[in-house]
């Protein structure tokens, strides 16, 4: 009973926050930064409760859990992130998304129980969570770049566009999040590696290669940011390219291996 409340308490938290930050899109007037922070700090604990109490405390990576772990994840990590730089605006696309997973684990999904896992894989899963949802926040300010270059090319001084950081503010942080999450996959690669047994083993060789190839993609970007100046559409471009593979690397295979084939895997 407790899930099931906390669950709705976050889902109604999440949407909420979400609505206060989107007041521009619906009638011009500034967000409510303020009081929509508050909610979805609410939201993250109730989510982490959630987390806590359908898992047993563990860390539960099947499909439909990982999802919404990410998602908390990513979320927690946009909190943190506007304690320094006026990110809220990202709540509008990240807190809903992250309701509907949520929603999905709780309400639709079939219960799962947490499968026993070394530490040195706890750790390997840690460092690659956390990879995911810093760049999953970068994917998500790229495309808040696109939105922004584009208004601003067509003249379109909307409400909703003054409500939104600096373009230049949001390109600087964009970059930021990349080097840190490139960092962050580079360890990912690394742990794996290391404690991951047979990592180019049938069920983890698409896995391990397209993890490889989004790597390429960021380590690409970086490179071109600072030897040749990269920018706009190119950096927007690769920033979503390399997070599609990343998040068929992640959820892709896991997909196919544990819905399709019915063989779990970290």
Do not use: C
């Not at 964009?174 to 047994?197: M, N, Y």
């Not at 927007?236 to 295979?253: D, E, H, K, Q, R």
């Amino acid at each position: 009973m407790f899930v099931t409340i906390a669950s709705l308490f976050a889902i109604a938290l999440y949407l909420a926050a979400a609505g206060a930050l989107g007041r521009p899109l619906l009638n011009g007037r500034a967000p409510l930064t303020r009081p929509a922070m508050g909610m979805a700090t609410l939201a993250v604990l109730a989510h982490a409760a959630v987390l806590l109490g359908m898992h047993r405390g563990a860390l539960d990576l099947h499909f439909f859990a990982a999802l919404s772990l990410v998602a908390w994840v990513v979320s927690t990590l946009t909190l943190l992130v506007n304690l320094s730089r006026p990110v809220a605006g990202l709540g509008v696309i990240i807190f809903p998304l992250t309701a509907i997973l949520l929603a999905i684990d709780k309400f639709i999904a079939p219960p799962t129980a947490p499968t026993p896992i070394d530490w040195q894989i706890k750790l390997h899963v840690t460092v690659a969570l956390l990879a995911f949802g810093v760049l999953s926040i970068a994917a998500a300010l790229a495309i808040l770049l696109a939105v922004q270059e584009r208004a601003l090319r067509r003249s379109q001084f909307g409400h909703w566009l003054r409500a939104l950081p600096p373009l230049t503010l949001t390109e600087g942080l964009l970059f930021r999040l990349i080097h840190a999450g490139f960092t962050l996959l580079t360890l990912t690669l690394v742990t794996g590696t290391l404690f991951v047994s047979n990592v180019f083993g049938q069920h983890l060789v698409q896995k391990t290669i397209l993890s490889i190839i989004a790597w390429l993609v960021f380590g690409a970007l970086l490179w071109g940011r600072w030897r040749h100046g990269w920018r706009g559409t190119r950096a927007v471009n690769l920033t979503l390219f390399g997070m599609a593979v990343l998040v068929l690397a992640f959820f892709g295979t896991k997909f196919v291996l544990e819905m399709i084939l019915h063989h779990p895997v970290v």
